[in-house]
């Protein structure tokens, strides 16, 4: 096997089980169990010898390419979904809904900013989510104006191989006991070389970009994160310690709601950047 798992300086203590790449030592992942280690190092065997292609070289060099940004199971057996899961031991389905309307494009980044050279820079977006039996694809258009793209680009010639990955934004996320995702509002989209769910995968697109744009929030999105904000609002008033105890005590809490009321603006300013990944 191309990988193996074991113990590198590279993983914190609380981590410990690092799955390592047996040509060059190079590790893929650190984990806090031994079976999450197997769980990555199965993924990526699969990725390795299975029917499934990762991202090349060469098509970061394209305009565009077809992602399969929301793919249903995932490549981990299990008894609960017949597609598998992903490393997380959780999978999309044709029940998951993404709010394919919300935005008009989700910016794309590396491996969810947690690299500390590259950040949260954004190197692409992807456009016109879509769905067909393997899950929802997106095209991806990237800025080849973005000097972090570059590096990355590096990391693949050099043999990386590259999936998507996509975020959610945190407190909006209903999963089943089974695992399942059954609501997974589609805000941020990454590539990376160790996603939880190598089905991520690509198909090639030759096209021209078009201008950058990343103002992505539609009308569909504010129709609805409005009525949660306003069920927010009213859980604060009933739930308030001061609530029926007098004129008084009112006058202090509606101070508070408009408060909150005036707060809002600004907390649907700051929901980009409370996302997380599957």
């Known amino acids: 096997m191309p990988w193996h798992i074991g113990s590198s300086d590279s993983c914190p203590a609380s981590r410990p089980y690092a799955v390592i790449k047996d040509d060059d030592g190079e590790v893929e992942g650190c984990h806090p169990s031994e079976a999450a280690a197997d769980r990555q190092l199965t993924a990526l065997n699969i990725s390795e010898f299975g029917n499934r292609k990762a991202i090349k070289a060469t098509l970061l060099d394209d305009d565009a390419f077809r992602l399969l940004a929301i793919p249903f199971g995932g490549p981990i057996p299990s008894k609960v979904s017949p597609r598998g899961v992903d490393l997380d031991g959780e999978f999309f389905s044709e029940r998951t809904d993404i709010r394919p309307s919300w935005l008009k494009a989700r910016a ?15 190197i692409g977006k992807a456009v016109d989510p879509e769905m067909d039996e393997d899950g929802w694809w997106v095209t991806v258009w990237l800025d080849h104006g973005a000097k972090r793209l570059n590096l990355i680009k590096k990391l693949a010639e050099r043999g990386a191989q590259l999936f998507g990955s996509s975020e ?45 744009d990343y103002d992505y929030t539609t009308p569909a999105f504010w129709a609805d994160i409005a009525p949660r904000l306003r069920n927010l609002a009213a859980d604060l008033r009933s739930s308030s310690p001061t609530a029926g105890k ?5 006058d202090g809490l509606w101070e508070k709601v408009a ?16 996302t997380i990944n599957p």
């Open 108 to 122: 794309v980044d590396w491996h969810h900013g947690a690299n500390g050279t590259l950040g949260r820079d954004v």
């Open 168 to 212: 959610s934004v945190a407190g909006l996320v209903k999963k089943a006991a089974t695992g399942e995702i059954l609501e997974w509002p589609y805000w941020r989209q990454t590539l990376s070389t160790s996603p939880q769910n190598t089905h991520s995968v690509v198909r090639p697109l030759k096209a021209v970009i078009d201008d950058v």
């Open 246 to 250: 007098g004129a008084a005590y009112d």
């Open 259 to 274: 408060e909150f009321d005036r707060a809002t603006a600004d907390a649907l300013a700051k929901v980009r950047g409370a």
